[in-house]
Nanobody, 116 residues
């Protein structure tokens, strides 16, 4: 089993910044990927960004140039630095952990609200 604990969400004005953190614990195996997904009301959950234990990163087109994903392998922690936030970034953000061989796990989610 793997537990994921997210933190860092909140309310921010458009143009502002937030930093999300996700700490993983339990049966952690490498190689793996950690990522952030988001789900806005009435919409499907979508990929925001992912990072692998080998250092590869991917981003949704909508956040490229504004968001940066990073990780600390020693702490088994993933971060999402979100800059130039827009109202359309408002969503519940979920952390995901998935080893290359095995099932994935989700965190409980953290709310990000961007006001005009």
């Amino acid at each position: 089993q793997v537990q994921l604990v997210e933190s860092g969400g909140g309310l921010v004005q458009a143009g502002g910044s937030l930093r999300l953190s996700c700490v993983a614990s339990g049966s952690i195996f490498s190689p793996n990927a950690m990522g952030w997904y988001r789900q806005a009301p009435g919409k499907q959950r979508e990929l925001v960004a992912t990072t692998t234990s080998g250092g590869m990163t991917t981003y949704a087109d909508s956040v490229k140039g504004r968001f940066t994903i990073s990780r600390d392998n020693a702490k088994i922690t993933a971060y999402l630095q979100m800059n130039s936030l827009k109202p359309e970034d408002t969503a519940v953000y979920y952390c995901n952990y998935k080893p290359d061989w095995g099932r994935g796990y989700w965190g409980q989610g953290t709310q990000v609200t961007v006001s005009l």
